[in-house]
């Protein structure tokens, strides 16, 4: 898996990121638990992987997904050489202060067992005021500039919120989620202005919570019950992938990983079985016919998360 180059960050990661969001067991969004040991079974896999990177938060699971993956990384005796974990600054109890972003630092230094966190997000801003959120984004340029964090990202859903958020300068990564997917094109105008700024793009939640990995059980796209056109244009990829002797899943992720605006694609992973699948999914090779059909079936703009988005 060739490494990318992060935006301006220099730093280098691998186009597929492992998501760490589902490690700490979150039952009511993924539907099912994941104990401690799997967790850390699944992070000593990716380090054995050519996945070059993880992706956790603060907040996932009340830091749980961070103490795994801390623990991981004691009984490897270490990170890899390369490896990168990006974490994600959290709010507490609607508290996004200074003072809270420099706890939710120091917490995840804590638990992951790491004085060096080379990118650190700034996550889900737009659940919170804007204005009042200055001084949380004014403490994590101060956290840079004093060497207690590296590169600083942005990591959240609405980009338009996200958008007055990339006017304060000063990020060099954005993450999104849900909104760049092969039934959603939501971010597409913040992905081109992120690159032409020189910004590291990550997508996140390229099957849209599930339904792109599971056509045949799931409704739901970005958390909520997908309109009917929505389900209909998966069906129909579904159909064309199988048509072509492959799987929706493995589109989806290689709608996200082949295009070129988008530096690195995160992808939730909490069974080492799904890292080769991964693998098998990046080497698979599809051709112009189905990805041209695929393209067809992009649900009308009206159905996407952000409607006015272009």
Not at 203 to 209: D, K, L, Q, T
Not at 226 to 250: I, W
Not at 274 to 294: G, K, M, S, Y
């Amino acid at each position: 898996m060739k490494k990318r180059s992060l935006g301006n960050t220099g730093l280098t990661v691998s186009a597929v990121c492992a998501g760490g969001s589902g490690l700490g067991s979150m039952p009511q969004v993924f539907g099912y638990d994941v104990t401690r040991q799997q967790a850390i079974d699944l992070v000593l896999r990716v380090f054995d992987s050519p996945i070059s990177w993880i992706d956790t938060s603060n907040g996932y699971s009340d830091g749980e997904s961070e103490l795994r993956i801390g623990q991981a990384i004691r009984e490897y005796g270490g990170l890899p050489d390369g490896f990168l974990v990006a974490t994600k600054v959290d709010a507490r109890d609607g508290d996004y202060s200074g003072a809270r972003v420099r706890a939710s630092v120091a917490e995840s230094k804590e638990r992951l067992g790491l004085d060096d966190l080379p990118l650190v997000h700034l996550h889900d801003p737009e659940f919170h005021d804007f204005d009042g959120m200055r001084e949380a984004v004014d403490t994590l340029k101060q956290l840079q500039a004093d060497g207690e964090i590296g590169h600083l990202g942005l990591a959240g859903g609405d980009t338009r919120e996200l958008s007055r958020y990339l006017d304060l300068g000063g990020f060099e990564v954005l993450l999104v989620h849900n909104r760049w997917s092969l039934v959603d094109h939501s971010a597409g105008a913040i992905f081109r202005r992120a690159v032409d700024d020189g910004i590291g793009v990550i997508n996140a939640a390229v099957y849209g919570g599930g339904i792109l990995a599971n056509p045949s059980g799931a409704t739901k796209y970005a958390y909520r019950e997908a309109p009917a056109e929505v389900l209909d244009a998966v069906a129909a990829m579904d159909k064309a992938c199988r048509e072509y002797g492959t799987d929706l899943a493995t589109a989806a992720l290689r709608h996200s990983v082949d295009n070129p605006d988008i530096t690195g694609t995160v992808v939730g992973i909490t069974k080492p079985a799904r890292v080769d699948a991964l693998i098998q999914a990046l080497e698979t090779d599809l051709p112009d016919e189905l990805l041209n059909r695929l393209g067809s079936l992009l649900p009308q703009q009206q159905f996407w998360v952000e409607k006015e988005t272009t």
